[in-house]
């Protein structure tokens, strides 16, 4: 009670305080403030974590759309764009094969001349531009000449038909000879001269623009002499001459010949697609000597298979040459086939293996480097035989390689490449055109 008392005066006091300070204009007591409710915004981060995917897939799209924003066109370099006019402005056909007019020439003899240079003409405008001549001369230092001369009828029969009469003579004065047959040693290496004089015509029937059939005869005067070689020994000196046929034996041949050519490559000159297949016959009269006639069968096989817009091609090839001459004949060696060179067989040396029958396999992955600038990766099969029937799987001869081809869709100029793998040794090779 007495508590309550004293409390009572300044309840009251306080009641009145306000308004007695509001009247006589006196001091002024601050509102209190309300309350102020401060937003915490949640941390805004990095524009990278704002706009971080939420999954891996998202992840990886945003990454390939970040390196496609950074993307440049290609600028190929000098040595690209010089090799790219050099195609398309067709230099080398331009040079080495004009339509009309003298032209150099450059090549081989044959495999085994070494460089070969010469001249050569063409007139593709006689007779109302119904005839093309051809002429030309080729020769290497190593002594290897030939000399050619054609006349080509390409319209008979409303185009239909065409036909070829030519001649040539040649001379080989430092041919290969290791033996006969694929036992041969390379310690048996010697050499040979062989002149020859042919002339012949021949005509093709176009049943369809990818298939000829057609036939042909062939006058032949072959010589075979010593060799020129300083380094090698003559044949007669390492054989017996008795044991070589054709090599004591004068021997005019009348050759007769039919084939038949399915041939859908393209391009033509530096195959990327397609396929050809040949299959020819052959009858080779020695005229008096009845010993030397024999027959022959000729199976060429081609197949290109592209892929990634034909800057990748697989190349197959299957080649064989079976030759017949009855039960007591003979074939000269001269006119056997040969297997080992640039062309077949690259890890041995050319030549290195001859006989009456031939099988050869080859496979070839290419690709595109630059524009006129191919590589490949090769491997091949052959060998050779008395008789078909001799054949065997486990006698063939192998080997393999990589190599390097300059060129254009009109053909390969040079080819480099290493052959490995072969009981000759490692091979090194630079040639003129391609393989096949």
Known sequence: MPETLLLAPLVFAGWLMPGAMLANGGMQVPAVPEPRV?????????????????????????????????????????????????????????????????????????????????AGYRDPLLFGRKVEATASVLGSHKGYWRMDAQLTLPELAGGVASLDVYGRRYEWPQEAFYGIGQQSVKSAHSNYRLH?????AKLGVHLAPIFTVGGGFERMVPRVGRGGSAALPTVSTLFDPAGIPGLQSRLDFNRYEVEAELNYREPRGNP??????????????????????????????QQYVPFLLERRVIALRALASLSDPGPAG???????????????????????????????????????????????????????ASRARHFRVDRFETDYGIGFRFGTVQGVFLRIEGAFGSSDGKRLIVNLGNVF
């Open 196 to 200: 020859n004089t042919v002339g012949g």
């Open 38 to 118: 401060i937003a915490v915004e949640p941390r805004a981060g990095t524009e990278r974590e704002r706009d971080a995917p939420a999954t891996r897939q998202e992840e990886l799209w945003q990454l390939r759309a970040e390196k496609a924003e950074r993307l440049e066109p290609y600028v190929p370099g000098k040595v690209e764009r010089a090799l790219v006019i050099f195609e398309r402005e067709r230099v080398l056909e331009r040079l080495l094969s004009p339509p009309r007019g003298f032209f150099p020439k450059i090549g081989h003899v044959t495999p085994g001349s070494s460089l070969s240079f010469g």
């Open 330 to 384: 003979e074939v000269p060696f001269y006119l056997m086939p040969t297997l080992g060179g640039p062309h077949d067989l690259r890890g041995y040396r050319r030549h290195r293996f001859r006989d009456r029958n031939l099988l050869l396999l080859q496979a070839e992955y290419r690709w595109e480097i630059l524009a006129a600038l191919d590589a490949a990766l090769f491997v091949e099969a052959g060998q050779v």
């Open 272 to 301: 990327r697609s397609g396929g050809r297949y040949l299959l020819g016959y052959s009858f080779f009269d020695a005229g008096g000597d009845d010993r030397f006639d024999f027959h022959r069968v000729d199976i060429d096989l």
